[in-house]
């Protein structure tokens, strides 16, 4: 099934690319309009609500997927008072995984243009695969990542910028390729980052704009699962977070809230395994992507043999296609010679709750999470915009 724009999509439902409404890479070329950088447009119609506001804090909640909102109401009151008044939905882009959506958030460009295309993706012209989130500076983030980011541009019309993270995550390549432009502080758990996002707020007398990422609630998720009891804390872990920026916000302030993806629980009965069937490993030199997108990377003149054996174990569960058709379906945007490379020859993107593991290639745990996301379904790629003045 396939969700047409103006449709109310049920949560497996597959979306195109032209689905309405805005998107994750829209919300800071928004925010940029909204603080007077010049030449930054509004995609997102955010300049009319928020005229006055001189001061921004953008959240991004990992794994806080639209459809996950009711499901975490009963444990983030503030949470669910905000998703009934002042939230709309954004699609996060292809694939629905935490790299390319926080690029695409940080650079407002597609994924194509970024080329941070999955979670890993082999290096063109080796056989290395890179773990976006195990990135270092090796591919230069500088050269893998070419487009300026959004806190570069503000940084340079004379916005105090600042990054909130994970303190492991200064200077990854991952946080270099999304927000460069940004000074970085470190903040570990709920209460750290509200309290560093606020301090940052407070900054300056001028224009300012503050990057924030909250990871939990996406690893309890994958680990035991949506609305699991751990899942279920994590969910009031970021309800008290957003209570005490909502609080903390100055007048001339305005609090963005988003997130990467959303989550799906893969029954065991959906998984294959990639390392355990000798169909799906012929042909096949090198595997990417992750567990709902695949990128496979095939042996010379094996291209064809494997869309062919793929398609027929896998069926109905997943779209074998080629790097060709999946490019020309525009959910990369347009993708430059040499970004394409990054993408397998043969891409494989799971319908309904399936999956594809690599239980013997992929880091051990992998292969035993609970929820996963990356493909095209609605729950995957639909995520929460909520608007708050101070």
């Known amino acids: 099934m396939t969700a047409e724009a103006g449709d109310v999509p049920a949560p497996l439902a597959i979306l195109g690319p032209q689905h309405g409404g805005g998107r994750l890479a829209d919300v800071l070329p928004s925010a940029l309009a909204v603080l007077g950088v010049p030449g930054s447009a509004d995609p997102l119609g955010l300049v009319p609500s928020l005229a006055g506001v ?16 009711p499901t975490a109401a009963p444990y983030a009151p503030t949470l669910a008072g ?33 080329g941070v295309l999955g979670f890993t993706v082999r290096v063109p012209g080796t056989d290395r695969v890179l773990t976006h989130t195990d990135w270092a500076a090796d591919p230069s983030p500088l050269h893998w990542q070419p487009v300026p980011t959004q806190l570069e541009r503000a940084r340079a019309a004379g916005v105090t910028t600042t990054v909130v993270s994970r303190p492991e995550f200064g200077g990854s390549g991952l946080t270099v390729a999304a927000n460069r432009g940004g000074d970085f502080r470190g903040a570990a758990g709920g209460e750290a980052v509200a309290a560093t996002m606020l301090a940052a707020l407070a900054t300056g007398s001028g224009p ?15 680990v035991y699962g949506v609305d699991s009891e751990p899942w279920r804390v994590a969910a009031a872990e970021v309800d008290a977070l957003l209570a005490r920026l909502v609080d903390g916000l100055p007048p001339d302030a305005a609090l963005l809230v988003t997130a990467d993806h959303g989550q799906l629980d893969i029954p065991a009965a959906h998984r294959f395994d990639l390392d355990t069937d000798p169909r799906l490993r012929a042909g096949v030199r090198l595997v990417a992507g992750e567990a709902r997108v695949r990128y496979l990377h095939t042996e010379p003149g094996a291209t064809e043999d494997v869309l062919a054996a793929w398609s027929a174990v896998l069926g109905a569960t997943a779209r074998v296609r080629t790097r060709d058709e999946v490019v020309a379906t525009g959910w990369f945007g347009p993708v430059p010679e040499e970004h394409l490379g990054r993408v397998g020859d043969v891409v494989v993107t ?20 609970v929820a996963y996301h990356g493909s095209d379904t609605a729950a995957e790629l639909t995520v929460p915009l909520l608007v708050v003045r101070g």
């Open 82 to 114: 905000l998703a009934a008044t002042v939230a709309r939905p954004l699609i996060a882009g292809f694939p629905s995984t935490t790299p390319t959506s926080l690029v695409s958030l940080g650079t407002g460009v597609a994924p194509g243009a970024h």
């Open 54 to 69: 001189r001061r921004i804090a953008v959240l991004l909640v990992d794994g806080l997927g639209w459809y996950q909102l």
């Open 350 to 369: 799971c319908n309904d709750t399936y999956a594809v593991m690599a239980s013997r290639t992929e880091r051990p745990l992998a292969s035993k999470l």
């Open 208 to 222: 300012t704009l503050v990057s924030g990422y909250h990871a939990d609630l996406d690893r309890y998720g994958h």
